[in-house]
């Protein structure tokens, strides 16, 4: 599966942007989907996850309550709705995706075989 992320850009401080993760070549409905972010000088970080089905999500503590991640099977494609953000939310953000996470490992960045490449979100104060 190729996936491809999309959405980022320039929002200020209290604002709200979606990113997106497209997949292609195969269909999303097998996969579980997480994303991850990276900040300048940092390490990659989880941020949000679903498993296939779309019933279940995880959050990080730093995001919860602020983003939203949702999965679409019919278009392929993973969202992750982002309210209330802060300079700090500032970052590359990764979808990635694999078909066996467990839920131990759904925060682990390693237990994901598929990567898409990096949107930027920059919040500006």
């Known amino acids: 599966v190729q996936l491809q992320a999309s959405g980022g850009g320039l929002v200020q401080d209290g604002g709200s942007l979606r990113v997106s993760c497209s997949a292609s070549g195969e269909s999303f409905r097998t996969y579980n989907v997480g994303w991850f972010r990276q900040a300048p000088g940092k390490e990659r970080e989880f941020v949000a996850a679903?498993?296939?089905?779309?019933?279940?999500?995880y959050y990080a503590d730093s995001v919860k309550g602020r983003f939203t991640i949702s999965k679409d099977n019919a278009k392929n494609t993973v969202y992750l709705q982002m309210n209330s953000l802060k300079p700090g939310d500032t970052a590359a953000y990764y979808c990635?995706?694999?078909?066996?996470?467990?839920?131990?490992?759904?925060?682990?960045?390693?237990?994901?075989?598929?990567w898409g490449q990096g949107t930027l979100v920059t919040v500006s104060s």
């Open positions: 679903i498993r296939r089905s779309g019933g279940y999500t």
């Open positions: 990635a995706a694999d078909k066996s996470v467990i839920l131990s490992s759904i925060s682990n960045a390693d237990a994901y075989d598929y």
